[in-house]
């Protein structure tokens, strides 16, 4: 079973609102002594209309397009993902840039290139948090074949 066919125990959930905390006391940018750079999303909740906060890795950041590549780690199901299907404008701050943003999802092609990207640049960093969430690999073509099933995101800032 992976990331994809459950949706997280209530520990990982637990585990995935920490860094959010970090941030709202003031230590943003600490993901940085592991080699890694987050983006907060504030979304609205699609049921309660409130707004609801989640930490994603940011995989690549291009400047020329002011777009940054995330993964969405349960796919579709994901409660953050499911609420900018239904309100699209989120928040968005990576470091101490904070923007509107919209989201549009990669294709087959463009997800496994950026999985190739963010593998070879962080090679470490990549199987441990592929591995948290019940995915592992053994190597590029395997993250190629993956990408089919995962859902990955160009954020950029809304005009």
């Known amino acids: ?28 940018g600490f993901e940085r002594l592991v080699g890694a750079q987050w983006m907060l999303l504030t979304t609205i909740g699609r049921k309660t209309g409130k707004p609801r906060e989640t930490m994603v890795d940011v995989m690549d950041y291009d400047k020329a397009t ?27 701050k990576v470091g101490r840039r904070k923007f509107l943003a ?16 963010f593998y070879r640049e962080k090679p470490v960093y990549t199987r441990s948090v592929m591995a948290m969430v019940g995915m592992k690999f053994n190597g590029e073509e395997d993250l190629r074949a993956m990408a089919s099933k995962l859902l990955l995101l160009a954020v950029h800032p809304e005009d």
């Open 1 to 28: 079973m992976t990331a994809l066919d459950k949706r997280p125990s209530k520990f990982l959930k637990f585990f995935f609102k920490v860094p959010v905390w970090m941030y709202k006391i003031g230590f943003g």
């Open 66 to 92: 002011d777009s940054y590549y995330i993964e969405v780690a349960y796919g579709q199901r994901a409660d953050w993902y499911r609420n900018i299907q239904a309100n699209p404008i989120f928040e968005a």
């Open 102 to 117: 919209r989201a549009k999802a990669l294709s087959t092609e463009g997800s496994a290139d950026m999985l190739v990207k």
